[in-house]
């Protein structure tokens, strides 16, 4: 939903909870890029062997997920998963 989008646009790291990703330490959860500090328009959580970024839709009210995995593709899968995990909690009390 476009409340939905709204408050994904706003979420700063310590808006979520998030210690692990795919069974791993959470190294870092960032709303800014690295260096620049510009505004990612979403999150992104980082572990040793993969990410994901959550972010709106530049051209419709819903949300896309990025990941990256350097184990294989059934940890990408969890990482996705863990992923829609998050932004569903973020945005719990939103309806639909």
């Given at each position: 939903s476009?409340?939905?989008?709204s408050?994904?646009?706003?979420?700063?790291?310590?808006?979520?909870?998030?210690?692990e990703l795919?069974?791993e330490p959470?190294?870092?959860?960032?709303?800014?890029a690295?260096?620049?500090?510009?505004p990612?328009?979403?999150?992104?959580v980082?572990?040793?062997?993969?990410?994901?970024?959550?972010?709106?839709?530049?051209?419709?009210?819903?949300?896309?997920?990025?990941?990256?995995?350097?184990?294989?593709?059934?940890?990408?899968?969890?990482?996705?998963?863990?992923?829609?995990?998050?932004?569903?909690?973020?945005?719990?009390?939103?309806v639909?």
């Open positions: 476009l409340a939905q989008v408050r994904l646009k706003a979420l700063k790291p310590e808006d979520v909870s998030i210690a795919a069974g959470v190294l870092s959860i960032e709303s800014a690295p260096g620049t500090g510009e990612l328009g979403g999150l992104r980082k572990a040793e062997t993969g990410w994901f970024a959550v972010r709106p839709s530049g051209t419709e009210p819903l949300y896309k997920i990025y990941a990256e995995s350097f184990v294989g593709p059934e940890h990408l899968r969890c990482i996705q998963d863990e992923a829609q995990s998050l932004f569903r909690d973020a945005t719990s009390d939103l639909d």
